[in-house]
């Protein structure tokens, strides 16, 4: 176990960092997403910023979930990886 692995699991013994972290699980998720949908693409960010007509760090902070991006962006992010963007919704 690296680290970081180590110094997460100690810090999620905490209730409030577990109950924090458990609330930032969705984003996350599309963060990981987004990453996986990059990688799949086979792209560097380099490569997808020059491809969405954007620069190398505003991939860096989207992918860091530094931004709170418009849908239009997510659209140029998934199609410049080869990608369709949809959304769904269900009852919680």
Same mark, same amino acid.
Request: hydrophobic letters at 40%.
């Given at each position: 176990?690296?680290?970081?692995?180590?110094?997460?699991?100690?810090?999620?013994?905490?209730?409030?960092?577990?109950?924090?972290?458990?609330?930032?699980?969705? *984003?996350?998720?599309?963060?990981? @997403?987004?990453?996986?949908?990059?990688?799949?693409? /086979?792209? !560097?960010? *380099?490569?997808?910023?020059?491809?969405?007509?954007?620069?190398?760090?505003?991939? @860096?902070?989207?992918?860091? /979930?530094? !931004?709170?991006? @418009?849908?239009? !962006?997510?659209?140029?992010?998934?199609?410049?990886?080869?990608?369709?963007?949809?959304?769904?919704?269900?009852?919680?």
């Amino acid at each position: 176990m690296s680290k970081l692995q180590q110094l997460k699991v100690r810090a999620l013994q905490n209730p409030e960092v577990c109950q924090e972290y458990e609330a930032l699980a969705e *984003e996350f998720e599309f963060i990981d @997403s987004l990453l996986k949908m990059r990688a799949a693409a /086979g792209l !560097t960010q *380099e490569q997808l910023a020059e491809r969405m007509g954007t620069k190398k760090s505003n991939i @860096s902070r989207l992918e860091k /979930g530094g !931004t709170n991006p @418009s849908w239009g !962006t997510l659209k140029k992010y998934a199609h410049a990886c080869g990608f369709e963007l949809s959304m769904s919704f269900h009852a919680a």
